[in-house]
């Protein structure tokens, strides 16, 4: 096994880190910049920043968030919210993302997937999944949409394999039911999607304590561990979640 990756992820609205529960009921969480700051020189591997009301307005993602954050780490920053098109991941890219992530225009067009790593390699494409408990889908879990406001009746494992077949590089799940509650990740859905592809997982949604991010792991079959709230109140800091995985076992960067 590869070593096993921290990615702090930077919920955004109107230029502030926000953070809910079951992507409801936002509370600020601070500014980016100085949480991208303190995030790598904590040890992050990776940066995740998520653009969360931009497919709800309608609009583009925030390409001043893009330049302001990048210009300031030297991890790789994953981009996502409101990227729709190839000239959107363009620009994304251009502004100093090293990955974007796509969700809603993806579901809506699956083929800007295949465009997307023809055009500008796989290895920059992500692909997000949140996902609902259902139990008419045949995994248990159905696909949402626009920041988990619209439900859209297709299974979301399903959905995972056809990403990969289409050319994603990662797939990063997010529980819905778990999202914000600090009471673990869904290892079920987490291990649903790991099994569906051969490609690295991002467990998302729920992390709480340290034992959330091993179980994460051994349990779930993730590679990259994303949290936001455990990291942004700073219940608990990167390293701790390091050295515990460490020993525990597992490979990770120190």
Known sequence: MS???IMPCLDMKDGR????????????AG??????????KEGADELAMLDIAATLENRRTRLEWVQ???SVIDIPLTMGGGISTLEDIELVLKA???KISMNSAAVKDPEIIRQAADSFGSEKIAIAIDARRNSDMPSGFELVVSGG???VEKDAVAWAR???ELGASVILPTSMDGDGTREGYDLQFTKAISEAVDLPVIASGGAGKLEHFYEAVVQGGAQILLAASVFHYRLLSIREV???????????IL
């Open 3 to 5: 070593s096993i990756k």
């Open 149 to 151: 406001t619209q439900p």
């Open 162 to 164: 056809q990403c990969q």
């Open 31 to 40: 500014d980016p910049v100085e949480n991208a700051i303190f995030y790598q």
């Open 68 to 70: 302001k954050v990048s």
């Open 17 to 28: 880190v926000v953070k809910g529960i079951h992507f409801v009921d936002l509370k600020d």
């Open 242 to 252: 390091k050295e515990y995985l460490r020993q525990k076992g597992l490979e990770v």
């Open 96 to 98: 100093g993302a090293d």
